[in-house]
């Protein structure tokens, strides 16, 4: 069966270069093809996009974008690495982090000292943190680690998520480094054989840059360029059946090069599986990895062999153990939105221009005979869940139909079209995190002289609520995102973003403010470019948080950096609005002189709090004055299904 992908390169004695196109664990994907060529003593070399932070490991740089990584790979600046951080220090710790992003180094090293002064330990290491650490997240370190016990050493190039154009010259460098003469991505799902025009695209921006980046490589002949796909039925939101037209249409057009199924009995194989069964057993285990294996081995339906997949429903099939090869260019040329993304400078704005593609695109009909419903991936948010894919289609984690709806109903475009976002752990939410919302709804409009179309409620990734609350009463994000949209369904302008809570940064284990705010102005003026300009960002915040976060509103770069500051497309969109509480000291008439993009709510909210919900649910005291009814009725089911759970 190996022999049968093997025909499809155009020599298997030629030197190739595997890359994982979809990041996390797809270069694992790439093992059965990689072997069965020889491994490195045939000059075959692996690479994959990364996930983890390699800039913070040693290895040799290929380019800024692409590091070697080894099995003795260290740290290079362990102290940057850290626990027991608190709140307050956690929100200078995403400014600074924010800045640093940008190659502000002067502001980052503001913001860092102002957690020094705080008075939190900003040294020592975390485990956490560390891609390196017992639980960091570096499918590429732990590859090459089971190669040296094999023996071997093996080094696992690691591609860093950026624009196509960096993308496209980083792979040149790569290619000529080695001296490859085929090129073969491998995408652990079909994500990559969406053409744009599907209702759901699952997560394509990763493996759409790649694809493009390849695609315009001129060091490697067209017919060098390959794309192979396993795990067909993997993602549960992506319509299976238009991918087999496009399998199909892709058939028709000459392009497929080799379809086999992987056998549990090949060594090839068997070498795929022991890889896989090393890693897993030192980090994250891969839903796509664990469920190909599984139809491997022969399992089929709702079969779990992943801890991550229960409580879901999944649908293991023989499918999913089929290798499909195809030419890269003739797919290139069939993905709708590609020729677009060829000169993006950041993965941003590839996904940007991906969202905007698709809300514009006439869509395809799914067989629902052959497909889960449309709206599976809210019962079964497989896919939304895996951290392999952490950067998912921004589009499809950010509701836009209400915005879309008032737009629709506005007489005539104002000056300023104004949208909301607050963040928090939302664990869970309660009745003044929709009254903030709705009262800096106020602000806004009273003062700015805007159009408030929308709002959202943003909810932090499980990595920051981990570090703040205990394991029982840290509620999964998948819950809290329920939550909230139990809170919003009855609003017409407010909503749930879910982009946060699917989205891990780097050391900070959540997205900061500036990256929230960013992701939802850059989203709404690709989906809505008739209004682009008119579009203005608002992040909502508490008084204790407010003295933090406001300086970043007061310089552009903190958000766009320098190139796209100075272009003046973004200036002066973000803003910040203060509501006070009760029992939290006001923002003083200063703080507001100092940043005028600052707004505050002359209104200040009743002492109202998640963690006084905790507590009385803990003793079993009603909280239908600090939640509203329908909130209050999903948590009394989420504690009777957790209750009923075999201990």
Request: proline share 5%; glycine share 6%; charged share 20%.
């Amino acid at each position: 069966n190996m022999q049968a992908l093997l025909q499809a390169l155009p020599s298997a004695k030629q030197r190739t270069l595997i890359i994982g196109c979809g990041g996390g664990y797809d270069v694992y994907c790439g093992l059965p093809l990689y072997f069965a060529l020889g491994g490195a003593e045939a000059c075959c070399h692996l690479a994959n996009l990364t996930f983890s932070d390699v800039l913070e490991v040693s290895g040799a740089r290929i380019t800024d974008c692409c590091v070697e990584v080894t099995a003795d790979a260290v740290l290079l600046h362990p102290d940057r690495f850290r626990s027991g951080i608190s709140e307050e220090a956690e929100t200078l710790f995403e400014i600074a982090s924010s800045y640093e992003r940008q190659h502000n180094y002067t502001k980052a090293m503001e913001f860092y000292k102002k957690a020094e002064k705080c008075g939190h330990d900003m040294k020592g290491n975390s485990d956490r943190a560390s891609p390196l650490g017992a639980q960091g997240y570096f499918p590429e370190y732990h590859l090459s680690n089971w190669f040296a016990s094999q023996g071997k050493r093996v080094p696992i190039y690691c591609l860093r998520r950026v624009g196509v154009k960096q993308l496209r010259e980083t792979l040149t460098a790569l290619v000529r480094h080695l001296n490859v003469e085929t090129v073969v991505l491998v995408d652990g799902g079909t994500n990559s054989l969406c053409f744009g025009d599907e209702d759901d695209l699952g997560s394509p921006s990763e493996d759409a840059s790649v694809i493009a980046a390849v695609r315009s490589l001129t060091c490697v002949p067209d017919a060098n360029k390959l794309l192979a796909c396993v795990g067909f039925g993997v993602g549960l939101t992506v319509s299976h059946s238009l991918v087999l037209e496009n399998i199909a249409a892709l058939t028709a057009a000459g392009a497929l090069r080799a379809c086999s199924s992987l056998i549990a009995s090949d060594p090839c194989v068997q070498q795929f599986f022991a890889a896989y069964k090393y890693a897993a057993s030192k980090m994250q285990q891969s839903i796509v990895c664990s469920s190909i294996i599984a139809a491997i081995q022969g399992h089929i339906g709702d079969y779990h062999s992943s801890e991550r997949t229960k409580g879901m429903q999944l649908y293991i099939n023989p499918l999913m153990s089929l290798g499909w090869v195809f030419n890269l260019c003739a797919v290139f040329e069939k993905i709708q939105y590609a020729p677009l993304i060829l000169d993006t400078g950041s993965l941003v704005e590839t996904a940007m221009i991906i969202a905007g593609h698709h809300a514009a695109a006439q869509k395809r009909t799914r067989y629902v005979a052959f497909d889960r419903p449309a709206d599976s991936a809210a019962v079964h948010p497989l896919s939304a869940l895996d951290c392999e894919s952490p950067s998912q289609d921004y589009l499809a984690t950010t509701p836009l139909h209400k915005v879309a709806a008032r737009l629709k109903a506005l007489p005539q475009a104002p000056r300023q079209l104004a949208l909301l976002v607050a963040t928090g752990s939302y664990c869970p939410p309660h009745l003044c995190h929709t009254e903030m919302l709705e009262c800096a709804r106020r602000v806004v409009e009273e003062e700015c002289a805007a159009v408030v179309i929308g709002g959202f409620m943003s909810p932090s990734h499980d990595n920051y609520v981990r570090g703040k609350l205990s394991a029982a009463e840290a509620l999964p994000a998948a819950q809290r995102c329920e939550l909230c949209e139990t809170a919003t369904s009855v609003s017409d302008w407010l909503d749930v973003d879910r982009w946060e809570s699917l989205t891990p940064a780097p050391n900070l284990g959540t997205a900061s403010c500036s990256d929230v705010a960013r992701h939802l102005l850059r989203l709404v003026r690709a989906a809505f470019p008739q209004h682009a300009d008119s579009f203005h960002v608002y992040f909502v915040c508490g008084a204790d948080v407010a003295p933090s976060v406001a300086g970043l509103f007061d310089d552009d770069t903190a958000f766009f950096g320098d190139v796209e500051a100075d272009d003046g497309a973004a200036r002066g969109r973000l803003h910040c609005v203060c509501v006070g509480r009760d029992g939290v000291a006001p923002l003083s008439p200063s703080v507001v002189a100092r940043h005028p993009r600052l707004l505050r709510a002359t209104q200040s909210l009743p002492d109202v709090s998640s963690s006084e919900v905790r507590r009385r649910l803990r003793q079993g005291l009603p909280v239908d004055d600090l939640v509203c009814h329908s909130v209050a009725a999903k948590l009394s089911s989420l504690a009777h299904a957790d209750s009923s759970k075999p201990r």
